[in-house]
């Protein structure tokens, strides 16, 4: 089903042939990603049109930015969310699109003053998968905030 809902841009919207989102693309490639660890076949096609999508997507000076739709400003959420598909398909820290995601997010830790769970929760993957110093510096900002707004009673 996911497969027959692509659109020919390699991407995904709420109705086939809807202008397709880096959103949208994010839950597909990862509900096909878990369907590649079940053993089932994601055809080629697909594949290469995720590819097509993400490249299309690139923004800023090393192709690491990404905004929600075509030609709209690239923000934390939506950057992070690439990286991380990105790293789905095995794209790894030395790669300068990487980078340039990994050092945009770094500048945009996670803050109360800017919440945003959505952002956290791609950010975290992308930089668990990035791993190293930006981890460790995207982890203790997040889970201080984090532990810092828990309810401990009730």
């Given at each position: 089903?996911?497969?027959?809902?692509?659109?020919?841009?390699?991407?995904?919207?709420?109705?086939?042939?809807?202008?397709?989102?880096?959103?949208?693309?994010?839950?597909?490639?990862?509900?096909?990603?878990?369907?590649?660890?079940?053993?089932i076949t994601v055809p080629e096609e697909t594949r290469r049109g995720m590819t097509?999508?993400?490249?299309?997507?690139?923004?800023?000076?090393?192709?690491?930015?990404?905004?929600?739709?075509?030609?709209?400003?690239?923000?934390?959420?939506?950057?992070?969310?690439?990286?991380?598909?990105?790293?789905?398909?095995?794209?790894?820290?030395?790669?300068?699109?990487?980078?340039?995601?990994?050092?945009?997010?770094?500048?945009?830790?996670?803050?109360?003053?800017?919440?945003?769970?959505?952002?956290?929760?791609?950010?975290?993957?992308?930089?668990?998968?990035?791993?190293?110093?930006?981890?460790?510096?995207?982890?203790?900002?997040?889970?201080?905030?984090?532990?810092?707004?828990?309810?401990?009673?009730?």
């Amino acid at each position: 089903y996911i497969a027959g809902m692509q659109n020919t841009d390699g991407g995904w919207r709420y109705g086939r042939g809807d202008e397709s989102d880096m959103s949208m693309f994010g839950w597909q490639l990862m509900a096909l990603k878990s369907a590649v660890n079940a053993g089932i076949t994601v055809p080629e096609e697909t594949r290469r049109g995720m590819t097509k999508f993400l490249q299309a997507r690139a923004m800023g000076t090393r192709g690491g930015l990404a905004g929600y739709k075509l030609n709209e400003r690239p923000t934390p959420a939506m950057t992070a969310e690439a990286l991380f598909c990105r790293q789905m398909f095995n794209v790894r820290q030395g790669d300068a699109a990487s980078q340039e995601a990994v050092g945009y997010l770094r500048q945009n830790l996670p803050r109360l003053t800017a919440y945003d769970e959505y952002y956290w929760y791609y950010g975290t993957l992308a930089m668990f998968q990035y791993d190293g110093e930006p981890w460790e510096e995207w982890n203790l900002a997040l889970r201080d905030m984090l532990i810092s707004q828990q309810r401990t009673t009730g």
